[in-house]
């Protein structure tokens, strides 16, 4: 199962009550992909800023997921 296989991934980081951010960072075959960026605990500045560092580059260039059109 696709969820359960992501959630495999975040789920020891909300465990352990690290800071964390997803967002999108590209598209590959019309389907969006995703980072998710964890912190040390205290450090949640530090993970906004690279994220607005990452969103800054525009990753996405204006794409629209097509995947799910039809």
């Known amino acids: 199962d696709t969820i359960e296989t992501c959630m495999h991934n ?3 980081g909300n465990l352990l009550g690290l800071p964390s951010i ?3 960072c590209g598209i590959i075959d019309g389907i ?3 980072i ?3 912190g040390a605990p205290l450090q949640e500045l530090n993970i906004l800023n690279l994220a ?3 969103e800054s ?3 996405l260039g204006g794409q629209i997921p097509t ?3 039809n």
């Open 10 to 12: 975040v789920g020891p």
């Open 22 to 24: 997803s967002m999108p």
């Open 32 to 34: 969006p992909v995703g």
């Open 36 to 38: 998710e960026i964890i």
């Open 52 to 54: 607005m560092g990452l």
């Open 57 to 59: 580059t525009n990753p």
């Open 67 to 69: 995947a799910y059109l």
